[in-house]
């Protein structure tokens, strides 16, 4: 289907990478009978009040489903494992060693930042963050926001479907994405070639989610997490603008001299 109907191959894998993490969470879940979605108790703690009403519940979805997607993913996989993997190259360091050397150190502390009631959930948010690093890897800071965006929104929908639907609520939503995931994993080209890199994010990209990260922070809650990603946005921009201004080069202009 993504690839068919014109999609860039990388939301396919994306889709596919994202229902393969969700699922070891469900499995979990399943199987551990003190698991849960992390405890009710701590809806409050992801930003879902026990009193919430519908526009809470959907400030909670867009915040969760795409503003800290965007924010994290430019913070940890665009400034810090993009930066540290290009110097660990232009040091010499071979690309497949620098991207793992730069990628567990970046992916421990994103889970560091993280923090989890339950500790069950930790060894799969570490796999969930090596992920994202591959899908960076794969195709650019716009494959790894839309798997965290993907994962996100389906989480943030359960916990939702939890607090005003009950058990019936969340087994519709697990019961929609399952048909979902199910979609990309039979519908993606997984036999065709590796996925070369997408092209390196762009200018409009970059201003676009700042904005988008801007007009979230005031009209669903300010946070620094989005105004730091912001910032460091709108400073890349910045410096891709300037570099390609073309300074031209004047011939220098001779001088007479009068004997």
Request: hydrophobic fraction near 55%.
């Amino acid at each position: 289907m993504f690839t068919r109907l014109g999609c860039p191959r990388w939301l396919g894998v994306a889709t596919r990478a994202t229902a393969i993490v969700v699922a070891a969470k469900i499995i979990v879940i399943v199987l551990s009978p003190t698991a849960s979605l992390e405890g009710a108790s701590n809806y409050d703690a992801w930003g879902l009040a026990p009193e919430a009403n519908a526009y809470a519940a959907f400030c909670f979805l867009i915040r969760g489903g795409l503003l800290a997607p965007i924010a994290e993913e430019a913070i940890f996989r665009g400034a810090f494992l993009g930066s540290a993997w290009a110097l660990l190259r232009r040091i010499g360091i071979k690309d497949h060693t620098a991207f793992w050397t730069a990628a567990l150190p970046v992916s421990l502390l994103f889970v560091c930042l993280h923090e989890t009631v339950n500790p069950t959930f930790i060894w799969i948010r570490m796999s969930g963050a090596l992920a994202l690093a591959c899908m960076y890897r794969l195709g650019g800071l716009r494959a790894a926001v839309a798997m965290h965006a993907l994962g996100n929104f389906f989480w943030a929908s359960l916990i939702v479907a939890d607090q005003f639907f009950g058990y019936d609520g969340m087994l519709a939503v697990l019961a929609i994405g399952a048909m979902l995931g199910y979609t990309a994993l039979r519908e993606s080209q997984a036999d065709t070639p590796d996925l070369a890199p997408s092209p390196e994010l762009t200018v409009r990209s970059a201003l676009s989610m700042a904005l988008m990260l801007v007009t979230g922070a005031l009209t669903l809650g300010v946070s620094p997490l989005y105004g730091i990603a912001a910032l460091g946005l709108l400073c890349w921009s910045m410096v891709r603008l300037l570099s390609q201004i073309e300074i031209p080069a004047t011939p220098p202009v001779p001088v007479e001299v009068r004997s």
